[in-house]
C-alpha cells in the first residue's frame, strides 16, 4: 500500500505526520486522491492544487484540468533546477503555516518575474500573510497562488 500510495508505511500506521515518501519519485495517477488539498509539480503545468473529490488539478489562475487530461509526470517537489532557485524541503501545509511567526513564501505562477519580485519573508498574520513591503496573501489561497516553507529553509 505504501508503494502503491507514495507514502510510508509509517504514515500509513499513524506514527507520523509526514506522507513523504520520495519526492524524487513520480505520483501514479491512481495515487493522486492520497494529495487531495495539497500542491503537487508539474514540469508541464508548475505547481497544482489536487482536488481529489472532483478528480481536478487546480492551477494558481483558477482553472482546472481532469486527473484523465494529465500529459507528463506529477511529484510532490519540483526537481531540482526545474525553477530558478527552487526552496529547499517540502511545503508547509495551512495548519503548519498558522503555526508559524514567519515563513518563506513562494508564489505559484508561470511567470517568472512575479515569483521573484513578490517570494520572500512573510510574517503570519489571523488571515493573511504580509511581508515588509505590504504586499499580503491571504491564507484562504494558499495552495492556489502561493506556498510557504519554514524559517530554516534558504531558497
Not at 495539497?38 to 482553472?63: C, E, I, M
Not at 518575474?113 to 519573508?121: I, T, V
Request: hydrophobic share 35%.
Amino acid at each position: 500500500m505504501a508503494d502503491l500510495y507514495g507514502v510510508s508505511s509509517d504514515f500509513l500506521l499513524g506514527r507520523c505526520e509526514s506522507h513523504i515518501q520520495d519526492s524524487s519519485l513520480p505520483i501514479s495517477l491512481q495515487s493522486l486522491p492520497a494529495f487531495h488539498g495539497r500542491p503537487v509539480w508539474s514540469a508541464t503545468y508548475g505547481w497544482l492544487l489536487v482536488n481529489a473529490a472532483d478528480r481536478l488539478l487546480t492551477f494558481p489562475d483558477g482553472h482546472t484540468l481532469p486527473f484523465m487530461d494529465i500529459v507528463g509526470e506529477l511529484f510532490i517537489s519540483a526537481p531540482p533546477f526545474s525553477e530558478a532557485e527552487p526552496p529547499n524541503g517540502q511545503p508547509l501545509s495551512r495548519s503548519e503555516v498558522n503555526r508559524q511567526k514567519e515563513i518563506w513564501l513562494e508564489p505559484i505562477s508561470p511567470d517568472s518575474d512575479l515569483r521573484k519580485e513578490l517570494q520572500g519573508w512573510y510574517r503570519v498574520k489571523d488571515r493573511f500573510v504580509e511581508n515588509e513591503y505590504g504586499n499580503r496573501f491571504y491564507l484562504d489561497t494558499y495552495g492556489s497562488k502561493w506556498l510557504a516553507f519554514t524559517p530554516e529553509t534558504e531558497a
